[in-house]
Nanobody, 127 residues
């Protein structure tokens, strides 16, 4: 079993920055592909960013490309999401997700492809 715990959410003005972190338990984190998703009130959970197990490949939703950066530290069992130039439409609960990639170098973009989820952290961007 793997447990994921997010931190770093909060209230920020438009144009500001936040850094989310996700800490994973377990000894197999380096085998896990990781992702960040978000869910705004009344909307479905949507993909934000993904990273493969080594950290060598990343992928972003068009809405955050150029503003957000996903990274990981396998020695510390953490994955981070640096969010810059935040907009009010970025307001949502942000979730960290993980899945064992079984040696694959892939990243994953869909909610059903992930087996483990954190509890979420609220990000609110005021205009």
């Amino acid at each position: 079993q793997v447990q994921l715990v997010e931190s770093g959410g909060g209230l920020v003005q438009a144009g500001g920055s936040l850094r989310l972190s996700c800490a994973a338990s377990g000894r197999t984190f380096s085998m896990f592909a990781m992702g960040w998703f978000r869910q705004a009130p009344g909307k479905e959970r949507e993909f934000v960013a993904a990273i493969n197990r080594s950290g060598g490949s990343t992928y972003y939703a068009d809405s955050v490309k150029g503003r957000f950066t996903i990274s990981r530290d396998n020695a510390k069992n953490t994955v981070a999401l640096q969010m810059n130039s935040l907009k009010p439409e970025d307001t949502a609960i942000y979730y960290c997700a993980g899945r064992n990639s079984y040696g694959s170098t892939n990243y994953y973009l869909r909610t059903y492809e992930y087996d483990y989820w954190g509890q979420g952290t609220q990000v609110t961007v005021s205009s």
